[in-house]
């Protein structure tokens, strides 16, 4: 199916021009449901994440898009690594499962739960990240898509707050 995708996405440029990169990310973003993400921010610039619970460059990351919540939505997707142990599981299980979402996240990405999370269960919406991060072909984080520009960026970027546009 996803081949007949790209090929469809491939001929549609040809034919009509445009970078075949944009429709690719374009088709990509689509593809993602964003009713499945932790949303935070009540801004109209939107960011889709991908992000895990101990990843430094993940965690300076939020330090800075949490001062533009106002201006930006964000749409984030967990990532705990296997490789990484139990405790960052059960870091994505709390913010995943918790009913106060953002406190949750800004425990974890800020290190105040860092050796001392609650023991929480497993949370299926983490379940259902994983599935959209794989399907993404999601290998490092942080992971950001700007769905205005159709433009991804992988890895920590100072310039990402420049990229949405948001003026310091």
């Given at each position: 199916?996803q081949?007949i995708?790209?090929l469809?996405?491939?001929?549609?440029?040809l034919?009509?021009?445009?970078?075949?990169y944009?429709?690719?990310i374009?088709?990509?973003?689509?593809s993602?449901?964003k009713?499945?993400?932790i949303?935070?921010?009540?801004?109209?610039?939107?960011?889709i994440?991908?992000?895990?619970?101990?990843?430094?460059h993940?965690?300076a990351?939020w330090?800075?898009?949490?001062?533009h919540l106002n201006e930006?939505?964000?749409y984030?997707?967990?990532?705990p690594?296997?490789?990484?142990?139990?405790?960052n599981?059960?870091?994505?299980?709390y913010?995943a499962?918790?009913?106060?979402?953002?406190?949750a996240?800004?425990?974890?990405?800020?290190?105040k739960?860092?050796?001392?999370v609650?023991?929480?269960?497993?949370?299926?919406?983490?379940e259902?990240?994983?599935?959209v991060?794989?399907?993404?072909?999601?290998?490092?984080?942080?992971?950001?898509?700007?769905?205005?520009?159709n433009k991804?960026?992988?890895?920590?970027?100072?310039?990402l707050?420049?990229?949405?546009?948001i003026?310091?």
């Amino acid at each position: 199916m996803q081949r007949i995708v790209l090929l469809l996405i491939l001929a549609s440029s040809l034919l009509f021009g445009g970078s075949l990169y944009d429709e690719l990310i374009k088709e990509q973003i689509r593809s993602i449901p964003k009713d499945k993400a932790i949303v935070v921010g009540k801004g109209n610039r939107e960011l889709i994440t991908v992000i895990n619970p101990d990843c430094p460059h993940c965690r300076a990351e939020w330090k800075e898009l949490r001062k533009h919540l106002n201006e930006l939505r964000i749409y984030i997707f967990l990532f705990p690594f296997k490789t990484w142990g139990e405790e960052n599981f059960r870091k994505a299980y709390y913010i995943a499962c918790s009913e106060n979402k953002l406190k949750a996240l800004d425990e974890v990405m800020l290190g105040k739960l860092d050796g001392r999370v609650p023991n929480v269960g497993k949370c299926s919406l983490v379940e259902e990240h994983l599935k959209v991060v794989e399907k993404l072909g999601v290998n490092g984080v942080p992971y950001n898509i700007i769905p205005q520009k159709n433009k991804i960026i992988e890895g920590f970027s100072k310039d990402l707050i420049k990229e949405l546009g948001i003026e310091k």
